[in-house]
């Protein structure tokens, strides 16, 4: 599933990215640029803004569309989740937050100069950006990020045990 997000989604397009998913986002493109794309490209678009989805809805029902309604990212990924069913577990940490690049394994030695030398000196296993270039390892922020995804998993889990 590939998504476009408008430009008051900024964080629910990094979040997204970080579950592995495929999302555009660009805050200075127009909305008549958002939908061009969406269409062309087979993405489902995600907005805030109902004057978007009613001028644009003929063109949106091909590939379809999201209208989220809260401010706060977390209940904005909490929806789009819920409302696309989407895996929150199998493809974490697989896409760049920052580009949306996908994210590849390298070697350490390959990433030797590119980190601060304590986490070269403490991590094995590192992944750099096929875009940006941008590399990753599995520290604080990274388990931070984990946790953070586990208790969504779990309010969305509770959530669905409170409406059965």
Known sequence: ??????????KLARWLRILGY????DPNAEDETLVALAVAEGRILLTKDRHLVERWRK???????????????????KETISHFELDIQNHRMTRCPDCNGLLEEVPKESVRYKVPFFVFTVHDHFARCNQCGKVYWAGSHYERMNAALDELLSELQRGHLGNA
Request: charged fraction near 25%.
């Open 1 to 10: 599933m590939r998504f476009i997000a408008d430009v008051m989604l900024g």
């Open 22 to 25: 495929d999302v555009v986002y």
């Open 59 to 77: 063109k949106l029902r091909q590939n379809g569309y999201l209208l989220l309604t809260s401010d706060d990212w977390r209940e904005q990924l």
